[in-house]
């Protein structure tokens, strides 16, 4: 394994890094979202169609992979995002805003695609334990932004400006495109699997929604927005410490198991914040959001054979539910108060462990 690290060093630090800060990117949105109610003149709930545009984005750069992958290297996705935080520190208004948002999206949904296929394709049968780790570095960055946001004072522009910056900056110590340029697509086996795709739309939509509108949500049960903002980077603190445990433990349970267990104790922790009002539930949340993307993600590239397409497919499959999710749930909260969030949010999860727990052995035949 130490050889095969080393052989891939470039690969492995450049991953680590784009993800570290995508994370601090996308956790931005949460903490800043009453703020861009407010400077819009908008309800916070209608706010959620930031999330929404990031998740647009993102499609839009998932969908660039699938037809041009081969063109598009990491030093591009990343100048794409270093131009999209711009935009959105410029603040200029509501649509240069989202014009950044949409942009920011499009580098991080290049990024996705580059990132997990090239890591399951190169670390071989570590290659699951390898993507774990990968997208726990994602936590890095998403622990660290909302205090950097409480410590500016709440200010998007001063916030983005430093992820803006941290992008530019990795751009330039990147190594050469073609050193990290994803190898000539692979023209294998590709089985649509709706089962798991439609697994992957639920899950990551509820990912999304709870770190683009969980702040708005625990501020509407009584917190404020810096501990929201906190209890945001204690969910990422959870997020990031469950997904370094996935490193070992997807090599001892099969990954559609551990997604099924995730979806019951996700929908646990929002029954229990909707119930008792409890804040620290939506911070352990936090565990059940990290495990939801890596697991699927993996049980539909086994399930779905080995064409390079699959890849966009499967993430193509949860941006779907991360675009839908949060103006669904949004416009529900709209009609019912912020409060009903973390209860709407616990159904759709319990019904979604349910299915998941009869298709166990279905899913499971991926391994």
Known sequence: MQSTIRASSGLLLAGLGSFILMGAGQSLYGPALPTFARHFGIEAGSAGFVISAHWIG???????????????????????MAAGAALVALSFGMIVTLAGVVLFGAGYGASTVIYNRRFMQVFGARG?????????????????????????????????????????????AAGRPRRLAPPAARHGTIRVRWGILAFGMAAVGAEATLIGLGPTALIAIGQSETQAAQFLSLFFAMFLAVRLLLVALSALVPAFTLFTGALVFGSICAFGAALTGEPWFFAASGAAAGMFFPLFYVTAFRLMGDDDRISPLAIGAGLVGGIIAPLLIGALMERLGNGAFFGILGAGMAATAIAAGLSLRRMNAAV
Do not use: D, E, K, Q
């Open 58 to 80: 993102t499609g839009v750069g998932v969908g660039a992979m699938f037809r041009m992958g081969h063109r598009i290297t990491p030093r591009l996705a990343l100048g794409v």
């Open 128 to 172: 699951p334990s390898m993507l774990a780790l990968l997208n726990a570095v994602f936590g890095i960055g998403a622990i660290g932004a909302p205090l950097l946001f409480v410590a500016f004072g709440g200010r998007i522009g001063l916030s983005y400006g430093v992820v803006a910056v941290a992008c530019a900056v990795a751009l330039l």
